[in-house]
């Protein structure tokens, strides 16, 4: 059976769903938060830290690289910079960098993944060459032959195993 670039799109959307990845917003946004808090005057962190005040304390956004604008930090005006965190902006920015290069590494991954699918052009061929494909495979089309045991062609499953696949 022939594979269409819907069946290729669908196997490779399920693959790197098994993918973990982590929230990159959220992530940032709690090392941010607890970052601030830490320059907060004492008053205002009992503000931030009572569930009934805490919406009286003005929050910011503020823009990392590769992730955009992360709002919702604790701050005196609208705008923060990470020059405004002081000695703790060098470990955020690292962590930036950090999120950004999962970030790189999960898409190049996913393009050798689409890469992969569009070099099969029927199914059995995709079920010879990647066996550790079979779930998804098998998802999209069915149970099909039994060919766990022929070798994957190329490094690419021990790259998403690196990233954590399957979950």
């Known amino acids: 059976m022939k594979l269409t670039e819907h069946n290729r799109n669908s196997i ?20 941010l938060v607890d970052a601030a808090v830490d320059l907060l005057p004492d008053e205002v962190k009992k503000l931030w830290y009572d569930p009934e005040l805490r919406s009286f304390v003005n929050t910011a956004s503020i823009y990392c690289d590769g992730i955009g604008y992360v709002q919702g930090v604790p701050w005196n005006n609208d705008n923060i910079t990470f020059d405004d965190l002081g000695s703790a902006a060098p470990a955020l920015m690292n962590k930036v960098r950090e999120l950004e290069d999962i970030k790189v590494e999960y898409g190049a991954t ?16 995709l079920r010879k060459r990647y066996p550790e494909f079979k779930k998804y495979i098998d998802m999209e089309f069915g149970k099909g032959s039994n060919d766990e045991n022929l070798p994957a062609g190329t490094n690419l499953i021990t790259d998403l195993m690196k990233l954590g696949w399957p979950k």
């Open 12 to 31: 490779c959307r399920s693959i790197m769903n098994d993918v973990p990845q982590p929230e990159y917003y959220e992530v940032m946004l709690r090392a």
């Open 110 to 125: 996913e393009r050798r993944v689409r890469a992969a699918l569009k070099g099969c052009s029927t199914v059995n061929t």
